[in-house]
């Protein structure tokens, strides 16, 4: 009898970008690590969904640790403050940046939940959920374009949202 071993799929191997990321600001290596991770995922060696290129906010951001770098770049590595409305870094969110692309390009696996959902401004956005890592890249649709809005580590809070939202699209 011979033991079969199902290969490790990228999806399992994915994890943090750095051991140690500090929760006030990356270090000026990780720094230039994160962007470069950036630029080759979405500007070198871009996603595409569909034949459809994944655009992102290429606004200068005005944040401290993201200035001259594009809004995208500064969205998927901080978090909006409930209570000030300013975006703070977030060390989880920007040490899972490469998991975007493995995450969209992957849709099909099922340790992917896909779903789409209207979002208060009325467009479509894609949601593309690595359920066994509470970790969701979301697109939005823009008329015929599609768009990064963010990827992030999801709480217990999202996790019930997210679930009932594949449940109801997948129904």
Known sequence: MTDFFE?????????DLFDYLDIDQPTSE???????VFKKDMIDEPI???????????????HPLFRNKPVGFEHICTRESKHSGKRNFDNQRANKIHWIKPVVLFKENARVRYFERLHANGKNQQHYWLHEKDYIVIIREITNALQLVTAFKV???ERRRFQNWYN????
């Open 48 to 62: 595409f969904i569909n034949n459809v290129q994944v655009a992102y906010d290429k606004r200068k951001s005005r």
């Open 168 to 171: 109801a699209y997948s129904n």
């Open 7 to 15: 290969e490790e799929h990228e999806l399992d191997l994915i994890e």
């Open 155 to 157: 709480d217990a809070v």
């Open 30 to 36: 990780q720094m230039y690590a994160l962007y470069g």
